[in-house]
């Protein structure tokens, strides 16, 4: 009788064994399929920071003259694409950090990136809650500081100061006048009161044009909108972009946080 039991635990051992060995193939292939997503999770957070970084480098540089235009509130916009081009090359840095770590098995790699994500996904929270209750007076704040530039800081077409440049540039590039009500922006202004004109000769839609003098306000002669709709849509389109962007970077984060607490897990497990 125990000859018997014994014989028929040794025909059902070799069938243990194929099913541990199934389930352990399943394991390390599932282990495999997080490691090539982490990789793939942190490729693309490598690339967001890149996007990012490009954001930041427009606002300083290719938007200067939107920049400049912003009177006082210039330099917290400067201040903004250092953070922009900053918080770039962080992403891209953890971006290769996280792919490296997972592709090495590194378990140190794997815990600092999912420090540095989590830290980041924190912040970067917090900022998108800061900026939704204070939207409105931000818009306040830029309307009120790019209007007074006009007014108190515009000097006329031939003025060579930054902030004279930059509304030149704009109203030509963009083909508008003014910044809110068009000619009427300009009374009382420090160009009017020192040229005794209406409206800068940039306002004209034909800058050759003789009759478009600075006085003569027919229809027709003038760009009829104002600067702040082209603004207004020209910030649009970037935000739109930024706010891609940064939705993006915080699902990726957000995966990438889980997946790498599981292989954590797993190569502590294995090594251990």
């Known amino acids: 009788m125990l000859t018997c039991m014994y014989g ?12 541990a060995l199934s389930a352990m193939s399943r394991l390390h292939h599932l282990y495999g399929l997080l490691r090539y997503l982490m990789m793939l999770l942190s490729g693309i957070i490598f690339v967001s920071g890149l996007v990012l970084f490009g954001l930041g480098v427009w606002i300083r540089y290719g938007a200067a003259s939107f920049v400049q235009v912003m009177g006082s509130f210039s330099a917290q916009l400067v201040t903004i ?56 007076l931000v818009e306040v704040m830029i309307r009120g500081a790019s209007k007074d530039s006009l007014r108190m800081s515009y000097m006329g077409p031939t003025a060579s100061d930054p902030i004279s440049t930059a509304w030149n ?31 800068p000769k ?26 702040i709709t082209k603004l207004i849509n020209v910030i649009r389109d970037q935000s739109v972009i ?31």
């Open 8 to 19: 028929f635990r040794r025909l059902n051992q070799p069938v243990h064994d194929i099913t």
């Open 81 to 136: 694409s250092y953070v922009c081009m900053c918080l770039g090359a962080i992403l891209s840095l953890l971006g290769f950090i996280g792919c490296y770590g997972a592709w090495s098995e590194n378990r140190c790699l794997i815990l600092l990136y999912f420090f540095i994500v989590s830290m980041m996904f924190t912040a970067e929270v917090t900022g998108v809650i800061f900026i939704l209750v204070y939207k409105d």
């Open 169 to 199: 540039t704009i109203m030509v590039h963009y083909k508008c006048c003014g910044f809110d009500n068009s000619t009427d922006d300009f009374k009382n202004s420090v160009f009017s009161a020192n040229t005794g004109l209406l409206y």
């Open 202 to 227: 940039t306002c004209c839609v034909d800058l050759t044009s003789t009759a478009c003098d600075g006085l003569d306000t027919t229809q027709g002669l003038i760009h009829p909108k104002s600067c």
């Open 242 to 272: 930024f706010g891609s962007t940064a939705s993006g970077i915080c699902v990726m984060e957000l995966a990438s946080m889980m997946v790498s607490v599981v292989l954590f897990v797993r190569l502590g497990n294995t090594y251990y």
